[in-house]
Structure formats: C-alpha cells, structure tokens
Nanobody
Framework: QVQLVESGGGLVQAGGSLRLSCAASGRTFSTYAMGWFRQAPGQERMFVAAINWSGGNTAYADSVKGRFTISRDNAKNTVSLQMNSLKPDDTAVYYC?????????????????WGQGTQVTVSS
C-alpha cells in the first residue's frame, strides 16, 4: 500500500508560479513511476506529467511542455511539479498518482494509487 499526500496548491495570478509536492508512504517508493493529473470542474481527469522510477525519463502533456517540470527525490519519497507561467486554463484539482513497475505513462489506468488532490486556481 502507498499513501499519497499532495501539497502546495493555492491561488496565483496568471504568469505566476507554484510548486506542488506529493509525499508518499512506504519503503518501495523507488519502484513506482509517479504521475500528476488534473481535473477541472465538469471535465475529465487529464494527464499532466509523469516520471519513471529513477527520474531518468519524463513525459508531459503538450499543454504544459516548457512550463511545468516534474522531479522526484527517492531518498525523501517525494515527487514535485514545478509550474511556471501559469494560465487560467491551468486551474484544476491536481492529483498525484503512483504506478508500480511502469514507465512514465499518461495512461491513468496504469496507476495504482492516487492522492486526494490539491486545488490550483490561476486568476486572470
């Protein structure tokens, strides 16, 4: 079992930055690929970014490439999402997810565990 707790969400003006963090329980964190997804009101949950177990491979949604950066620290059991040049369209609840022995994938079905989410609101 892996428990995931997101933090770092909040209200920011367009063009600003936020850094989301996800803390994972358990001693097998380094065997999990980690992903970030987001869900805006009335919309489906969408892929944002993913990173493989070692941090050597990452994937991003086209809408965030060049603005967001995913990273992980296996010694601290954390994964982060640095979000720069934020836009109102980035407003959503952001979820952290963990998938064991998978690559950095955008497929939500590959992830076994999900956090409760953290709200990000970008004002225009």
């Amino acid at each position: 079992q892996v428990q995931l707790v997101e933090s770092g969400g909040g209200l920011v003006q367009a063009g600003g930055s936020l850094r989301l963090s996800c803390a994972a329980s358990g001693r097998t964190f380094s065997t999990y690929a980690m992903g970030w997804f987001r869900q805006a009101p009335g919309q489906e949950r969408m892929f944002v970014a993913a990173i493989n177990w070692s941090g050597g491979n990452t994937a991003y949604a086209d809408s965030v490439k060049g603005r967001f950066t995913i990273s992980r620290d296996n010694a601290k059991n954390t994964v982060s999402l640095q979000m720069n040049s934020l836009k109102p369209d980035d407003t959503a609840v952001y979820y952290c997810a963990a998938g064991r022995w998978v690559r950095a994938t955008s497929d939500p079905a590959k992830y076994d565990y999900w956090g409760q989410g953290t709200q990000v609101t970008v004002s225009s």
